[in-house]
């Protein structure tokens, strides 16, 4: 059964970096025919995506414009999984945070969501 | 940018009946890249359609999606209890941006 399992800090300080893992299990983050990204929902903003990375013989990356300079998504292929770094976090960062995969089709697997709070 | 607007915010109904959800694309978008998504409350959305109107993996055949253009509609031909859900349109044929609708809220009557 293939599955997403997140984990990370619930709390993060303003100005502090976010940082969550997504473990894959039954699939592999290396995959040819995969991409896995992280989105984020708020109340305020609704679902947000924030960027993705596949591999096609080699990694791609794709972010937000909006969070563009301060996101880093890395494969790990060691531990098969990817994270997320999001730098200078703000409030408005506040968010529920998914990892999800497209595959046959669009976001087809998820995560089961980290709730994330910037605050001091 | 591509804004999706979903109507009604809310529906009521009760089980057994039929539920018919809009979205409607800020400007015309291809149907091969619209999708629909289920979320219930502390889970993260399951996808339920793609393409418009295939269903996902394991999806009940009660849920259906149709549409072109600018209006997709997911109907639900009869209603069970745990089909009361938010319900959420996307449209993601400008990869890698997602766009995602505001989300309609199908509450039990």
């Known amino acids: 059964q293939v599955q997403l399992q997140q984990s990370g800090p619930g709390l993060v300080k303003p100005s502090q970096t976010l940082s969550l893992t997504c473990a894959i299990s039954?699939?592999?983050?290396?995959?040819?025919?995969?991409?896995w990204h992280w989105i984020r929902q708020s109340p305020s903003r609704g679902f947000e995506w924030l960027g993705r990375t596949y591999y096609r013989s080699k990694w791609y990356y794709n972010y937000a414009g909006s969070v563009n300079i301060r996101i880093t998504i890395s494969p790990d292929t060691s531990k098969n999984q990817f994270s997320l770094q999001l730098n200078s976090v703000t409030p408005e960062d506040t968010a529920v945070y998914y990892c999800a995969r497209v595959g046959v089709g669009p976001f087809d697997l998820w995560g089961q969501g980290i709730v994330v709070t910037v605050s001091s | 940018e591509i804004v999706l607007t979903q109507s009604p915010g809310t529906l009521s109904l009760s089980p057994g009946e039929r539920a018919t959800l809009s979205c409607r694309a800020s400007?015309?978008?291809?149907?091969?890249?619209f999708a629909w998504y289920q979320q219930k409350p502390g889970q993260a959305p399951r996808l339920l359609i793609y393409?418009?109107?295939v269903r996902a993996t394991g999806i009940p055949d009660r849920f259906s999606g149709s549409g072109s253009g600018t209006d997709f509609t997911l109907t639900i031909s009869r209603l069970e209890p745990e089909d009361f859900a938010v319900y959420y349109c996307?449209?993601?044929?400008?990869?890698?941006?997602?766009?995602f609708g505001q989300g309609t809220k199908l509450e039990i009557k």
């Open positions: 996307q449209y993601y044929g400008n990869s890698p941006e997602y766009a």
């Open positions: 039954g699939d592999s983050v290396s995959s040819n025919s995969a991409a």
């Open positions: 393409g418009a109107s």
């Open positions: 400007q015309s978008v291809s149907s091969n890249y």
